[in-house]
Every structure is written in C-alpha cells, then in structure tokens.
Antibody, heavy 121, light 107 residues
Framework: EVQLVESGGGLVQPGGSLRVSCAAS????????MNWVRQAPGKGLEWVSY????????YYADSVKGRFTISRDNAKNSLYLQMSSLRAGDTAVYYC??????????????WGKGTTVTVSS | DIQMTQSPSSLSASVGDRVTITCRAS??????LNWYQQKPGRAPKLLIY???SLQSGVPSRFSGSGSGTDFTLTISSLQPEDFATYFC?????????FGQGTKVEIK
C-alpha cells in the first residue's frame, strides 16, 4: 500500500525550531518529487515547499523562505521539513504529498494524514 | 503569483443534485489545473488532474472541464459521501496556489 506518514509535530514557542518528518512506503521514493502543504485551523490549503527526486531543485513559498528547509534521504525513504524562527502564523497541519505528472500537469496524488504544529507561548 | 478564485464559497444541495463549482485563475494556466476533495479531519484527496483527467479510483460522476482561466468541477449526481470541501490548484507556475475552497453541504 502506498503510504505517507508524517511525524514530529507539536507545541513550540514563537521563535523556536521544529523538524517534521514524512516516512514513505509502498512506492519507489527516489522516483518522485515531494511537497509540503499546510493548512491553518479552519483555513484553506497552502503549498509550502517542493523538492525534486534528486534534491535539486528546491522551491519555497515566500511565507517560509529563509526560515524553512526541505530535505530528503532517499536511502531512508524519508522527507523532512526543518522549521525555524517559527511564528504564530505557522500554526497548521503539515501534510507531505507525493508529486506525479501526466497530461502536462503536476499533481499531488498521495497525501499523508498530516502532523499538527502549534506555535504558541 | 497566480491567484485562484473559486465560486461559490459554499453551497447547499440534495442527494441526486447536479453540482457545479467554478475556479478562475488570474492568468492563463492552460489546462494545468487539479481538483481535490477534503473531508473534515482528513487529508485532501486528488479527484481530477490536468483539468479533465479522472484520477484512478474516483467515481465517474466527477468530471472537470476548462482551459485558460476558467475551469469547472461537476458532480453529476451528488451522493452522501460527496459532502466535503473542494479545492482547485494550479501547478502551472511556482508558487503553486489553491483556491479558497467550496464547501458542499446537505440541504
């Protein structure tokens, strides 16, 4: 079964750091680019970051650029998001999502259940 | 950044109704448009990619159309399990952006 499982969320103080992880199984992880997408409480979806299968290129949303770092370990079938200088506005459920492509479009076809990050004092 | 605007933001419908949700991009995105369904407390689920291609396993009552700036998601006969929030998303240019969502509720 194709599966993504996030972990590492929790409560962190403003200005703090946290690393969330995503464990992939059921597919050849190093064949796919990956993404992080977040959803603040009661809000819509926001794309956060992209990493290619080979770890280059990498892209970030402006809202996290310079504060968040995406990475992956293909040997461990794992994706990571290192978050620093966290703000209240970063409070959200963080989803990892697999990227696929067909018909001229990229799309996120497999999603994890998400991990909750709460930034509060 | 490309802005995605969905309408309506919410709608009430009955089982068996035909439901149409629209998504407008702030500039042309050709046919690089995806639709997702999200139920409360659950992760999004891919329904449609490349504007009109049905994701494997998704019921055929879901369909998508459009190109350029205007797109439509149609549910031909609403089922009880279809009550959810629907998001469009463009992957034409980074940053990829989502519409604000359309909540489909039971009338």
């Amino acid at each position: 079964e194709v599966q993504l499982v996030e972990s590492g969320g929790g409560l962190v103080q403003p200005g703090g750091s946290l690393r969330v992880s995503c464990a992939a199984s059921g597919f050849t992880f190093n064949n796919n680019s990956m993404n992080w997408v977040r959803q603040a409480p009661g809000k819509g979806l926001e794309w956060v970051s992209y990493i290619s299968s080979s770890s280059s290129p990498i892209y970030y949303a402006d809202s996290v650029k310079g504060r968040f770092t995406i990475s992956r370990d293909n040997a461990k079938n794992s994706l990571y998001l290192q978050m620093s200088s966290l703000r209240a506005g970063d409070t959200a459920v963080y989803y990892c999502a697999r990227l696929d492509s067909s018909g001229g479009a990229y799309y996120m076809d497999v999603w994890g259940k998400g991990t909750t990050v709460t930034v509060s004092s | 950044d490309i802005q995605m605007t969905q309408s309506p933001s919410s709608l009430s419908a009955s089982v068996g109704d035909r439901v149409t949700i629209t998504c407008r991009a702030s500039e042309s995105i050709r046919r690089v448009l995806n639709w997702y369904q999200q139920k409360p407390g659950r992760a999004p689920k891919l329904l449609i990619y490349a504007a009109s291609s049905l994701q494997s396993g998704v019921p055929s009552r879901f369909s998508g159309s459009g190109s350029g700036t205007d797109f439509t998601l149609t549910i031909s006969s609403l089922q009880p399990e279809d009550f959810a929030t629907y998001f469009c998303q463009q992957s034409y240019s980074i940053p990829w952006t989502f519409g604000q969502g359309t909540k489909v509720e039971i009338k």
